[in-house]
């Protein structure tokens, strides 16, 4: 993955407890996906040498502002790496057996390596998310959702699929710590089968020993007081606590959501799931929100674009 100097992209916060000197360092997603991009840009320089490009389709159903926020996020970041990236929108009427001939369609277009389904499916047709993204080829699954490569994550065939996109950021910011991820004990609150799931599946066989919480858990604090890694993925605004917080815990935190504020123009902040204020005191490293696990999303869904046009390079090159 990424060798440079983690200190590049940490901001130390400095504070006194009773005479003793505590530190939280916040490690910038921002700074860490910028230099994911460059590197990603100079290997699709390179493969360009003959005309080739990398391609990405996204397909969305429906018109949702948050979808298109999303996507224009995504073109945008494709661009500037030299992505060949083409987004496909359909309208609200789409039927579950139209957007399966879409994907039929790119599955079987060789200029196109990676296909994201943008989720939630905004159509007034009952349609079967999970049989939608199902019907992604496996080679081309660059969200690392479907059935096969979750299952391969699940067995550790971690080189065997593409890892979805926000649990290998959060791995991604985690390296920058510089600590090793072997032996720790991490929590993981959320099970989600985008986030919480596929983040235990990382941690178990990067070799830490996992708890995963849920809406289920009964002592959710004490489980988060024995967590040296912390990855929080619940979508609930500051909830955990910085008193639960273990001292010097690695505290990822995956969570968007908006809350009231007057003194912003839309009238509303964006804060995570851990209350910051308070875990970054205790915590030895921390994500901010946002700038942190954000930007490592989209420029792991890069990454795996990336990868999967060198994939098909290499069997085109063996094929001569």
Not at 61 to 90: F, P
Not at 130 to 149: Q, R, Y
Not at 220 to 233: D, F, R, S, T, Y
Request: proline residues 4%; aromatic residues 4%; positive net charge.
């Amino acid at each position: 993955m990424i060798s440079f100097a983690a200190n590049l992209c940490r901001l130390e916060l400095s504070c006194f407890h009773g005479g003793r000197r505590s530190i939280a360092t916040v490690i910038s997603g921002n700074i860490t996906s910028k230099l994911v991009r460059e590197r990603l840009r100079k290997e699709v320089e390179e493969m360009s040498f003959s005309g080739f490009r990398p391609g990405l389709v996204v397909l969305q159903v429906g018109d949702r502002d948050d979808s298109n926020l999303y996507i224009s996020t995504k073109l945008k970041v494709a661009a500037q790496i030299g992505i060949e990236a083409k987004h496909v929108r359909l309208p609200t009427t789409a039927t579950q057996e139209e957007v399966l001939q879409h994907i039929t369609l790119v599955n079987q277009n060789p200029s196109v390596h990676g296909l994201i389904v943008q989720l939630p499916l905004d159509s007034v047709n009952s349609i079967n998310t999970e049989l939608v993204t199902n019907a992604v080829s496996p080679e081309k699954d660059v969200d690392g959702i479907s059935c096969e490569n979750a299952g391969k994550l699940s067995r550790g065939d971690l080189a065997d699929c593409f890892l979805p996109c926000t649990p290998n950021g959060c791995m991604e910011l985690i390296r920058q710590t510089g600590v090793s991820v072997a032996g720790k004990h991490a929590v993981v609150i959320g099970r989600s089968k985008i986030v919480g799931a596929p983040m235990h599946d990382l941690l178990l066989w990067n070799h830490a020993t996992v708890t995963t919480c849920h809406s289920k858990t009964r002592d959710l604090p004490e489980q988060v007081a024995k967590a040296e890694i912390l990855v929080v993925g619940a979508g609930r605004a500051d909830m955990v606590r910085g008193e639960w917080v273990k001292e010097g815990a690695i505290v990822i935190d995956c969570g968007i959501n908006h809350v009231p504020d007057e003194t912003k123009p839309s009238g509303k902040r964006v804060v995570g799931d851990v209350h910051y204020a308070s875990a970054y005191q205790r915590a030895g490293f921390i994500t901010p929100v946002p700038g942190g696990v954000g930007p490592m999303t989209v420029a792991m869904l890069m990454e795996n674009t990336v990868k999967s046009a060198r994939r098909f390079l290499q069997r085109e090159l063996s094929r001569r």
